[in-house]
């Protein structure tokens, strides 16, 4: 069974930063990624990495303003979120894999953390 703790959620005005964090325990060797649902809609990949970070995955929404990172010996993640905009607003969920590379599929998910709030205000 595997753990997951979230945290860094908040609320942020357009244009302006912030970091989530997730941390794993129970298993090592995971590959590691976020989701997120906003209000109406259906929950969407944004990024996801492999257990050692040597192969990173975006979705184009993101692309070039978001940076996943790990720190192995940690088993945590991290989402590095910046030029916020409002449309970035959502839950935010931190997911894991029982395997050691990434999919950007909801489906290949194993574990998922209980979600944390990012709001972008205009």
């Known amino acids: 069974q595997v753990q997951l703790v979230e945290s860094g959620g908040g609320l942020v005005q357009a244009g302006g930063s912030l970091r989530l964090s997730c941390a794993a325990s129970?298993?090592?060797?995971?590959?590691m990624g976020w989701f997120r649902q906003a209000p109406g809609k259906e929950r969407e990949f944004v990024a996801g990495i492999d257990w050692n970070g040597g192969n990173t995955v975006y979705s184009e929404s993101v692309k070039g303003r978001f940076t996943i990172s790990r720190d192995i010996e940690k088993s945590t993640i991290y989402l590095r979120m910046n030029s916020l905009r409002p449309e970035d607003t959502a839950v935010y969920y931190c997911?894991?894999?029982?395997?050691?590379?990434?999919?950007?599929?909801?489906?290949?998910?194993?574990?998922w953390g209980q979600g944390t709030q990012v709001t972008v205000s205009s």
């Open positions: 997911a894991v894999r029982n395997t050691v590379n990434w999919s950007p599929l909801q489906r290949d998910a194993d574990y």
């Open positions: 129970g298993r090592n060797r995971l590959a």
